[in-house]
């Protein structure tokens, strides 16, 4: 079994000033690449960062040479941010750890070698649709906690401003 982790957060504005806020409770797609040029990237997994914005996933290595990468939503339970842009269709938005273009990818080539992928994405641009999903989460358990009823506020889509 190969374990990975990794833990994210994002960049927080405030007028107090700029903080890296963990990326909780959002949605992590695992995917793997087999050796060869053939062989497509394939999503095998998907999982949630905890509360402090991290994430530990063990999976067998399939073949030696598997090359293993992550994508990050803007969701949690309580919203799923969709991208600022109109012409991506595809649903909430979502980026790979590493700076911009340059993603975080390990290869692995024995079982039981851990592959931390660990990032904290301090540009505003992908930091700002974490901010709005953790700004919406606490504003649903917020009001959640005063509700008289056992009616949970429902998820709700949402989108930076153009």
């Known amino acids: ?19 890296q806020r963990p990326i909780a409770n959002a949605k992590v797609e695992l995917w793997l690449h087999l050796l060869g040029l053939l062989n497509p990237w394939l999503k095998f997994a998907t999982s949630t960062t905890d509360a402090g914005g991290d ?6 290595l399939i073949a030696p040479g598997t090359t293993y990468a992550m994508r ?28 911009a273009g340059s993603p975080i990818q390990h290869r692995a080539n024995s079982n ?10 301090t540009d505003r641009n992908r930091g700002k649709y974490f901010n709005i999903a953790v700004t919406i989460r606490r504003a649903r358990a917020f009001a959640d906690a005063r509700r008289g009823d056992s009616d949970r506020s429902p998820r709700l889509p949402s989108s930076p401003r153009r």
Do not use: C
Request: proline share 8%; no cysteine; aromatic share 16%.
């Open 1 to 19: 079994m190969s374990p990975l982790k990794g833990h994210f957060s994002h960049i927080d504005d405030r007028v107090d000033g700029t903080f």
């Open 55 to 60: 994430l530990y996933y063990r999976t067998p």
């Open 72 to 99: 990050l939503f803007a969701t949690n339970n309580a919203v799923a941010v969709n991208p600022q842009t109109g012409l991506d269709l595809g649903g909430p938005y979502w980026t790979e750890p590493g700076d």
């Open 112 to 121: 039981g070698v851990e592959l931390d992928f660990s990032y904290d994405f």
